[in-house]
């Protein structure tokens, strides 16, 4: 079972892997409410959200 799957199974809330969301890249823009964010995953693997 992946890890996705298996935190699926143990929360109420989605669950989003930030790789297929950056696309199997480093960055992805998300949008709320008009205003963009920007999803950033680092070189050592911390995801930063910026507006």
Do not use: C, F, Q
């Amino acid at each position: 079972m992946s890890m996705v799957a298996s935190i699926r199974e143990n929360t109420a809330a989605p669950v989003h892997d930030a790789r297929i969301l950056t696309g199997g890249g480093t960055t992805a823009v998300i949008v709320l409410d008009g205003s963009a964010y920007t999803l950033r995953i680092t070189r050592a693997g911390k995801l930063i959200l910026t507006k």
